[in-house]
């Protein structure tokens, strides 16, 4: 199994960098939360996508970061009162507790500008800047986990079906997912083949993780994954849980992951991409 934590260890130090601390309370609510100790699971795969494409994966850490700042903000958005209402997060009381609500609402609105920022500042070419920029658009947009989320605090009625569970899953989750391949792609020059089978292997691992977020929402431990757990019962969610059961999701799981692996194994250079597929499908947290 591909040891990700030199991976990890990048994208913290280039965060580092993008959060330079000073004497700001905004500063310190931002970096709160990008360093509430985050798994890394978007800027990893943006940086292993660019190298599944042939090139060296640290091309694509500004990607990488404006992935996570993105991921970070939509996180501490989803957990305020006038969301989700919770109060733990990576562990940690959530960016509002700490920091209170007008703050929180501020630290997200400095990140999100700031993924935008740390893209622009880098060293990518303009082309690959602008595609890029596009790209993060549309999945934290109208498009993308803006509407995913619309549509989950909507859910509410235990009535959905199978494909309006699985319509949620695709914008809230794995749009973002979907937007770290092409993202690494973009940072390698990659517009052929392996982009479009990185997009399948995205669409694919984005919903696993998702059905593994339902099923951990039932199964896990609010210490193991660090955040409140019960919560999709609670609130009256249709989850793949309530469709399938635990076991039937978990097969959803294996089944999606199978796919994303073959669309991407007939290239070599694969082998990363896949244990990264296997430890989402069986992550505890
Ligand atoms: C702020 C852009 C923006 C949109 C607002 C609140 C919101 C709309 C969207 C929320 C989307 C959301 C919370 C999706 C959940 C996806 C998910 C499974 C999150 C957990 O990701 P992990 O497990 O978390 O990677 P860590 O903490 O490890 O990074």
């Known amino acids: 199994m591909t040891d990700f934590r030199p991976y990890i260890e990048k994208v913290n130090n280039a965060l580092e960098e993008c959060f330079p601390q000073d004497d700001e309370r905004l500063t310190e609510a931002m970096r709160y939360s990008i360093f509430a100790g985050g798994k890394r699971v978007r800027p ?8 599944f494409c042939g090139k060296s994966p640290e091309r694509a850490l500004p990607f990488a970061c404006a992935l996570e700042i993105i991921h970070t903000y939509s996180l501490i958005y989803d957990d305020m009162p006038c969301m989700d209402d919770d109060s733990l997060r990576r562990g940690r009381p959530t960016n509002h507790v700490v920091y209170g609500e007008a703050m929180a609402l501020m630290a997200g ?9 740390t893209v622009i500042a880098s060293d990518l070419t303009d082309r690959q800047k602008l595609s890029g920029i596009d790209i993060l658009l549309n999945a934290s947009g109208f498009n993308g986990i803006v509407l995913g989320q619309v549509l989950d605090m909507e859910n509410n009625k235990n009535t959905l079906s199978e494909q ?26 990659e517009y052929g083949e392996k982009k479009d089978a ?35 019962k609670k609130e009256c969610k249709t989850t793949f849980v309530d469709i399938f059961g635990c076991e039937g999701a978990q097969e959803k799981v294996k089944n999606l ?13 694969s082998e990363k991409l896949c244990d990264f597929a296997d430890m989402l499908c069986k992550r505890e947290n």
């Open 44 to 51: 990893v795969l943006t940086m292993l996508a660019c190298e």
């Open 109 to 117: 609105m400095g990140l999100y500008a700031r993924a935008y920022e």
């Open 164 to 189: 309006d569970v699985l319509r949620i899953h695709r914008l809230k989750t794995s749009a973002m997912l979907e937007a770290c391949v092409l993202c690494g792609a973009v940072a390698a020059d």
């Open 198 to 232: 990185l997009h399948v292997y995205a669409e694919n691992i984005g919903l696993a993780f998702q059905i593994r977020d339902d099923i951990l929402d039932v199964v896990g431990t609010k210490e193991k994954m660090g955040k409140s757990i019960g919560k999709d």
């Open 257 to 269: 992951s199978e796919t994303a692996v073959s669309a991407i194994k007939k290239f070599g250079n």
